[in-house]
């Protein structure tokens, strides 16, 4: 059986996985090709978005468009950060939507080609109008991520779904070690291999080589889907050549395209509220977490150097990548998918709660001793329990889709909110650090207790999702 298979006596609300203490035998192996190809198109991603945090801060401070003012660097960095979100949340749904239509590889083809273009233009600019044009740039191009989780569930089914979406946080952490390894590695080259980048290019554009590293690896991948990539939404030439037993397959071909009326349904607007509100805290955390290990210790923050960023970033996308694969589906089943979801979402005002208490053991300690590496390395540790909400709410939104074909709808619209709340989120997040120290909000911890309050306060949103997957109320 197949995911394809008309015979198949599954439905896109049949639990994902068993209830606790049954076993369920795999009945269909996992397209293995298929899905490496997808993981690395997915893995593209944080490294095209990542590589950039290490290096942003000090990126913005060179553009001298702070005044020298360093407390301002996290108004400018975050807007940086905010940019490929806001422009995503507005053209996100049409390409899903319009993968409904034409197909997943085109929309996917035109989202690398755009992840490359980008980068290339993002390490030649040299004002910050042509850093936002860049990143505006990738944002109004790049579907890629609702319309790979439709490839997924289409390439899938309800016997191997949970541990196809399970790779998605693995991958992505995966991304998350390079991307910020890439970035603090690479900068400034001409400091760090002189002998070697020694033409006056590197100096002049001392940030071109980790970005041209991401492209390049971006071309790679586009090569790899346009070659390997096989279409999952069916057409008639293409389920005509098919063998009879696919033939009431061509049905679907007559159906009308989904519309977004159609997938306004209560298991789909709660799953995606919690994706939303999950997309926002993350993105809040990620865009002050390396503003607060640039930032001087006397300004709230831990005075690190973009190396060392790099390095703690990317460690930490290494450790959350061994810590997802190992204990995710075990956590699952131990606890079940609300249960982890609800614990995970509860780790975010711990999260911020640790922040002003870092800076403060880093002032009494004069400087960043041991004792303070031990509170970040406690800090990363919550992290990874975080981390385990993807793949709850990756598999909620996967159940909740109302048929088929509305997929792609579905899934754009959770990149939709996510996108929305992800422009937010950069912004608001290090402007409320920036402003927190320029006036000396709550001795410049304003921002942390705003942030904590309120992730506390989502967790009300926790309690409306079912205790497993979406079932219709005729599988009850």
């Given amino acids: 059986m197949t995911a394809l298979d008309p015979t198949a006596d599954i439905d896109e609300q049949t639990p994902l996985l068993p209830p606790s203490g049954e076993k369920k035998e795999r009945v269909t192996p996992l397209p293995m090709v298929q899905l490496s190809t997808l993981m690395l198109l997915q893995l593209a991603e944080p490294i095209t978005s990542q590589c950039i945090y290490p290096f942003i801060n000090q990126l913005i401070s060179e553009l001298n468009i702070t005044g020298g003012d360093e407390r301002k660097v996290g108004y400018y960095a975050g807007l940086i950060q905010s940019l490929f979100f806001a422009t995503e949340a507005l053209f996100v749904l049409q390409w899903s939507m319009l993968s409904d239509r034409i197909g997943r590889k085109p929309v996917l083809l035109t989202g ?24 505006c740039l990738v944002g109004m191009l790049n579907g890629n991520t609702g319309v790979m989780k439709s490839m997924m569930a289409e390439l899938t089914d309800s016997t191997n779904i949970a541990q196809a979406f399970a790779l998605i946080p693995i991958v992505w952490s995966a991304g998350a070690t390079v991307g910020p390894f890439m970035g603090g590695t690479l900068a400034n080259p001409h400091e760090q291999w002189p002998e070697i980048f020694s033409h006056p ?27 390997l990539l096989k279409e999952t939404v069916p057409t008639k030439k293409k389920l005509a050549s098919e063998p009879e037993s696919l033939a009431d397959l061509l049905d679907t071909c007559d159906e009308k395209p ?47 150097s973009p190396a060392t960023i790099g390095l703690v970033l990317g460690g930490l996308g290494f450790s959350n990548g061994i810590f997802q694969g190992l204990c995710f589906a075990r956590l699952v089943k131990s606890w079940g998918i609300k249960r982890l979801f609800t614990i995970a979402m509860a780790m975010f005002p711990i999260i911020f709660a640790l922040f002003p208490v870092i800076n403060s053991v880093a002032r009494s300690e004069g400087g960043v001793t041991p004792l303070v590496w031990a509170l970040v390395a406690l800090q990363m540790f919550i992290v990874l329990v975080m981390d385990t909400a993807y793949g709850c709410i990756f598999l909620y939104i996967a159940s909740s889709a109302p048929g088929r074909s509305c997929l792609g709808a579905t899934n754009g619209l959770g990149q939709v909110v996510a996108s929305v709340l992800r422009a937010i989120g950069p912004a608001t997040s290090t402007s409320l650090f920036a402003l927190s120290h320029e006036y000396n909000w709550m001795g410049g911890n304003a921002v942390f207790v705003i942030l904590a309050v309120a992730s506390a306060l989502s967790l009300f949103a926790c309690n409306m999702l079912p205790q497993g997957q979406w079932q219709r109320e005729d599988d009850n």
């Fill in 258 to 304: 989904s519309s977004l009326r159609d997938v306004m349904i209560w298991p789909v607007i709660i799953s995606v509220a919690n994706y939303g509100l999950l997309a926002l805290f993350d993105i809040a955390w990620a865009a002050i977490q390396p503003l607060f290990y640039s930032t001087p210790i006397e300004f709230g923050g831990l005075g690190m």
């Fill in 201 to 227: 290019f590197w100096r002049e554009y001392p940030y071109f080589l980790p970005c041209a590293a991401s492209a390049v690896f971006s071309l790679v991948v586009f090569v790899l889907v346009a070659v």
């Fill in 112 to 135: 690398m080609a755009g992840l490359c273009i980008s980068m290339i233009c993002f390490g030649l600019s040299k004002t910050f109008m042509g850093l936002v044009i860049s990143r």
